[in-house]
């Protein structure tokens, strides 16, 4: 078993070789995977629901082949949440609910800026959502098109977990441990498995709430039903449509003259106006959602099983943008879409989101099987209203459609387990599988009017006279026919597990991989190691030591934006331009840009499981997590001679550029730290008493040398600068707390809960360390009451955040009055916010 090596090599002519090697690898060494019909039986894997408590669950992720085990049983850190405790939210989604009970999961309601804040990225244990593995019913669930190019996942296409419907949820289980050994890429920092039900009747559900201030109305209703089909089979079908209106917390009054001083310094000739703006685009976006989903098993006969689930979503979220001045180079104010006094653009994301999968299980001899095919595909179209592109002057229109990026990805598996009677205490398991994925990613052009340069310039008389507007809509230029491409890559992979009882206290597992990609990414083998002992029935400690591969992710190399930013210095209103380049064109070239490599990672962990008393349970588990070459974004390299090279290279109208880079090494360490306990209060129904608490500290190991490029263009311009830095280390908090107590009686039910959210910095500007804010830790109390009127119908009222608590209002204020709060609070920066829930079951 190779624990602690990998190898990466081209496979430009290595395939037939790969294919022995792996066939050899798979009799004598033996790789892993995890399929949701191997792991158990349908009964076991369906029985979470009757335990009395999630730590009880019979678990799947992580564990495979024949030996079931619960949450406290588990050789790895694991956290289960069960389809009641998702519902017992308030803020409607399921990465909402995630973060609610997870300690280790922190979702910000902005992550970053402009499309971030539509298409959401948790972190886990630290790490970017990218290092995480998200999985359905034990099947790879596919990634965002749109990728994060700011904030705190600068880099990563999530897998997005809103588009599946909480109603179809059973139970979802998060694996706080590495595990690409066990299931492949990206599976760095966990995984989380989605676990669908199978169950016949259903319930609808309404939800309402809205902001303590009267912001962001939310509504969202959903309905699931499970039938009967044929003999034992379950059809499981869910809808969920849902509402979130936009929030606003920007300064008030921030332009009370909308005539400033012109780029040169000199007073606007025009006479200035009273009135006052306020930038509309500090908060939530506006979203509009409609999720549809469906889960099947039908047994054939006895030996034989049909299955298959698929999730449909469409979503449209907008997005007000940063005011534009009516004096500003890029504002045209006259002509039948001119802006007189200035505008607010509205940046919008269309999205279409599905998966599909269908397999058959069964028995043959002594082996379990399972054949499965799973497509996925997401794509998105971005587009911007009450805009402008200056360059056409006043022929300029007003809504402009600037393009859009596809993500698919379709993999087959092929599994197998069976139990091997070897004389030890338990029959070993085995698993074994092979597996094919096909990713491809698209960036597609936008129409001509959103990229072009209409070749405007301002007449004499006019205050900005022989001054020449920048080409493309603004708050993002259209994609355009140059930068469209399309890439794709094939992965094969064989994996093999065995899970060991050498005795009836102490259990092993060895798990491996090997994998090898197309696309000159190479191939690669990964191991795993985890062992439990149990000293006693109540306490044992537990281990892993495991290493990891990530590729990057295709729309690393090709994805490519433009935004528009903006300054206020000596009185003096500038914008400026910069662009995301792909990694492979000239113009990132030119900039010190090399080819994308993969992540190397390295983990380790050891814990222990206690239970001091009956129904209380304890785990506490350290970890460390060392990254190598980890994909990040550049800093925003911006200069007179970044422009000069960029236009060199046919960029026009870009102050400055930005590209994917393997520039750092990373380390995270820290702890777990989980406890349960369920009291009996007799007559008066019952407490679950449960507090979780992470630690987490990432460093910067090792920064790769600047570009010899970048060093020789003087100005001090630095690849990773103190902004990006800050994004890896510094910008979520070390630690979470969550405390709660969830008191059941007769028809009623409590639930209180307490987050405390340690201090984390924001860098503003990585030029200026005076703009650096530090915000303190803040407690976040959440409240829910509901009544059970008879079986059927339950009310359900509630508030998070009850006391109203916002970050420290220490942030530095942009030139558009947004920035008071920062842009990463792990609770946001909306205040309290209540709600309203009626669900019927049928």
């Known amino acids: 078993m190779i624990l602690n090596s990998q190898s990466t090599k081209s496979n430009t002519s290595s395939r037939p070789t790969f294919r022995l090697s792996l066939l050899t690898l798979l009799i004598t060494t033996g790789l892993s995977h995890q399929s949701y019909a191997d792991s158990a039986n349908l009964e076991s894997v369906q029985s979470t629901s009757d335990a009395s408590s999630p730590v009880d669950s019979v678990i799947v992720t992580g564990n495979r082949g024949t030996t079931q085990r619960t949450v406290t049983k588990s050789l790895s850190p694991i956290d289960v949440i069960t389809g009641k405790q998702l519902e017992a939210v308030g803020k409607v989604g399921l990465l909402e609910a995630i973060a609610n009970y997870v300690p280790s999961f922190n979702l910000p309601d902005l992550s970053g800026g402009d499309k971030e804040a539509i298409v959401r990225t948790p972190t886990l244990r630290g790490l970017s959502a990218g290092q995480i593995l998200v999985l359905v019913n034990g099947k790879r669930r596919h990634t965002s098109a749109v990728l994060g190019i700011t904030g705190l996942n600068s880099g990563t296409a999530p897998a997005d977990l809103d588009y599946i419907p909480t109603s179809l949820i059973e139970r979802v289980e998060i694996l706080r441990d590495g595990a690409a050994a066990q299931y492949g890429s990206d599976a760095i920092a966990g995984v989380i498995n989605i676990i669908l039900k199978q169950k016949t009747g259903g319930t609808a559900t309404t939800t309402v709430g809205q902001d303590f201030d009267g912001q962001r109305d939310t509504v969202q209703q959903a309905i699931n039903y499970g039938f009967e089909v044929g003999q034992g089979g379950i059809l499981q079908l869910a809808l969920e449509a849902r509402y979130q209106d936009n929030t606003n917390q920007a300064s008030p009054n921030t332009y009370k003259n909308l005539y400033f001083p012109l780029a040169n310094g000199s007073p606007d000739p025009r006479e200035p106006k009273t009135h006052q703006v306020t930038y509309l685009g500090y908060g939530l976006p506006q979203i509009k959602s409609t999720n549809l989903a469906y889960n099947f098993n039908l047994p054939i006969n006895d030996q034989l099983n049909l299955y298959s689930f698929s999730t449909l979503g469409f979503r449209q979220g907008e997005l007000t943008m940063n005011y534009r001045v009516p004096n500003g180079r890029n504002t045209i104010t006259e002509g039948p879409h001119g802006y007189p006094d200035g505008y607010s653009p509205v940046w919008r994301i269309e999205e279409r989101d599905f998966q599909t999968a269908i397999g058959l299980k069964g028995q043959w001899a002594d082996w379990n099987w399972d054949l499965s095919s799973t497509l996925g595909e997401s794509h998105a179209d971005q587009s911007t209203r009450d805009n402008q592109n200056a360059s056409f002057g006043p022929a300029t229109q007003n809504e402009f459609d600037a393009g859009g990026w596809v ?55 006019s205050p900005l006279a022989g001054q020449k507007p920048d080409a493309g809509s603004q708050v993002t230029a259209g994609i355009t026919p140059t930068d469209a491409a399309k890439i794709s890559r094939n992965n094969y992979a064989g994996y093999l597990e065995l899970g060991l009882q050498p005795t009836s206290a102490w259990s092993i597992n060895l798990a491996g991989r090997a994998e090898e990609y197309t696309r000159n990414v190479g191939s690669t083998v990964s191991g795993k190691l985890s062992t439990r002992y149990e000293f006693t ?7 892993t030591l495991s290493n990891g591969f990530r590729a990057p992710q295709l729309a690393n190399e090709i994805y490519t934006t433009r935004s528009t930013a903006f300054t206020f210095i000596n009185g003096v209103y500038q914008s400026y331009n910069y662009g995301v380049l792909p990694v492979n064109s000239a113009a990132a070239k030119a900039l010190g840009a090399t080819p994308l490599k993969p992540e190397h990672s390295n983990n380790y962990s050891l814990g222990l499981t206690w239970n001091p008393i009956r129904k209380l349970n304890i785990s506490l588990d350290a970890f460390q997590i060392d990254i190598k070459d980890r994909i990040s974004l550049s800093g925003t390299l911006r200069g007179t001679e970044v422009r000069q090279i960029l236009e060199k290279q046919g960029v026009l109208a870009a102050d400055g550029g930005q590209y994917f880079t393997n520039a750092v090494d990373t380390q995270t360490r820290g702890i777990d730290l989980v406890t ?6 007799g007559t008066w129904g019952s407490v679950n008493w449960t507090a979780a608490y992470n630690y987490g500290k990432t460093e910067i190991t090792n920064v790769k040398d600047n570009p010899a490029v970048l060093s020789n263009l003087g100005g001090g311009y630095q690849l990773i600068d103190r902004q990006a830095r800050n994004l890896l280390t510094t910008a979520i908090p070390a630690s979470k707390l969550i405390l709660s107590a ?8 409590f639930l209180l809960r307490l987050t405390r959210y340690d201090k984390y910095t924001f860098v503003y500007d990585p030029a200026d360390p005076k703009k650096d804010s530090t915000f303190g830790a803040k407690w976040i109390s959440d409240l829910e009451g509901s009544y059970r009127f008879n079986p059927k119908l339950t009310l359900a009222l509630g508030a998070k955040n009850i006391f109203n608590i916002f970050p420290d209002k220490n942030g530095f204020i942009s030139a558009s009055g947004f920035g008071q709060y920062g842009l990463y609070s792990p609770f946001g920066f909306n205040g309290g916010f209540y709600y309203g829930r009626l669900s019927y079951k049928f």
């Open 676 to 681: 349960d306990y369920k009291q009996d209060l």
């Open 407 to 461: 993500s698919r990805q379709w993999v087959n598996n092929f599994d197998l387990s069976r139990a091997l009677d070897w004389g030890l205490a338990k029959p070993t398991s085995l698993s074994i599988g092979l597996e094919h994925r096909y990713d491809s990613y698209e960036t597609v052009a936008g129409e001509y009017a959103s990229y072009a340069d209409g070749g405007y310039i301002y007449p004499k008389g």
């Open 537 to 543: 029935p109540s306490f044992a400690l537990r281990g």
């Open 742 to 749: 969830d008191w059941a009686y007769q028809d009623w039910s």
